[in-house]
Each structure stands twice: as C-alpha cells, then as structure tokens.
C-alpha cells in the first residue's frame, strides 16, 4: 500500500525567508511521481511542483524547488523568498501507473509580514 | 481551457434529504476522481472513473454514496438520504491518460444540518 506522510501540522515564517515542508512516502513502485499541491483560503487546489522518480535532478518552479531523496523515500519542498499570498495548506501527493493519487495530510503555512 | 467545472458551490440541506453534486471535467481528460475533505480525514478519494467506467469505489464510505458518469463530459456524486456526518467539501479532478497531473474543480462546500 502506498502512504503519504507529512508530519508538520502547522508552519510559520516570516516573508522574505526561507522554509522547507517535508513529506515522506513508503512505496515499492520504482516509477511514480510526486506532487506538491497549494490549497489557499480561496480553498482551489493549485499544482506548485511535480518531479519524476526516474529523474534525479531536482524540480525547480521559480520560488519553489524540491529536494527528492529517492533512496530515503523524501520529498521535500522549499519556499524561497516567502510571500503573504504563499500562506495556505500545502498537500503533497503520489501517484503511480497513472492510477490514484494518494496525499498526505497537509501541512499549513502561515506567512507573516 | 474552463478547467474542471463543479456545481453547485455551496449546497446547504437538511439531514434526509438527496443532494447532489455535479462535475464537468476538462475537455478530452479520460480520468475522474472524486475526493472529500474534511479537518479530521483530509483528503480521502470516493471513487475513480477511467473512460466513463467505475475503477476503484472502495472509498465510497457507504450505500448511501453514488456516483455516476454516464458521458466523457459529466459526472454526479449523490448521497441519499444525506447525513450531518456528510458535511465536507467535495472535489472532483480530472486528468489524462499517459499525463501525470490531476487538475482540480473549485469544490462543493456541502452542509447537512
């Protein structure tokens, strides 16, 4: 079975700084890929980042990048430069065989000015 | 490119009733997921469809959960008779096949009193 676990409930930093959410997941599938989604107040589920398993670099969209660690089963996202509009739930997700998606449970930012 | 179209937004009802939610998934994707969301579960997916066709309904909670895709461009998620235990948001997502991104409607904020 394949799980998903993000174990920070809730973050705070200050805008302008750096902070890193983390997620890991426990699967034997060697092929897959890894989202993190941004759920804001507006309650919209919003794709920030996605990275293939097979790719070892990691994924990089502007202010977000990741850091996977395929061997540790981690996936981590990093927020560069934090903006007020970036406070939201933050859900990272797995998904393989082009089946279902599984996500952890979310892990809510709150960015201060 | 609307994105995935849910209705009603905000559905209000009485414990009892049948209420049911709509979704149109984006044009060509062959996919459909319906998820809930609630604080206490987070994320849980109902029922998937590929080309129209049920897939996995393992996480309908009961027989009171329905849903249907009668068409490529329509699908309803019904619950009858309608419990205060049901109150939840309801997203459906659509995605392609062969595409590893899941795109989600504006949701259905659903409460039975």
């Known amino acids: 079975a394949q799980t998903v676990t993000q174990s920070q409930p809730e973050m705070s930093v200050q805008e302008a700084e750096t902070v890193t959410l983390s997620c890991t997941y426990d699967?034997?599938?060697?092929?897959?890929?890894l989202f993190w989604y941004k759920q804001p107040p507006s309650r919209q589920m919003i794709l920030v980042i996605r990275?293939?398993?097979?790719?070892?670099q990691n994924a990089t969209e502007n202010r977000f990048s990741v850091n996977f660690q395929k061997a540790a089963k981690s996936f981590s996202l990093k927020i560069s430069d934090s903006q007020l509009g970036d406070t939201a739930m933050y859900f990272c997700?797995?998904?393989?065989?082009?089946?279902?998606?599984?996500f952890g449970s979310g892990t809510k930012l709150n960015v201060k000015p | 490119d609307a994105g995935v179209i849910q209705s009603p937004r905000h559905e209000v009802t009485e414990m009892g009733q049948e209420v049911t939610l709509r979704c149109k998934p984006i044009?060509?994707?062959?996919?459909l997921f319906w998820y809930r969301q609630t604080m206490m579960r987070g994320l849980e997916l109902l029922i998937y469809?590929?080309?129209?066709?049920?897939?996995?309904d393992s996480g309908m909670p009961e027989d009171r959960f329905s849903a249907k895709m009668p068409n490529a461009s329509f699908s309803t998620l019904k619950i009858q008779p309608s419990e205060p235990r049901d109150s939840a948001v309801y997203f459906c997502?659509?995605?392609?096949?062969?595409?590893?991104?899941?795109?989600f409607g504006s949701g259905t904020q659903l409460s039975v009193l």
């Open positions: 997700a797995f998904r393989y065989n082009f089946n279902k998606f599984y």
């Open positions: 044009s060509g994707h062959n996919s």
């Open positions: 997502a659509s995605s392609l096949e062969g595409n590893e991104k899941l795109f």
């Open positions: 699967t034997s599938e060697s092929n897959y890929y």
């Open positions: 469809f590929n080309n129209n066709v049920p897939i996995d």
């Open positions: 990275q293939e398993a097979y790719k070892q």
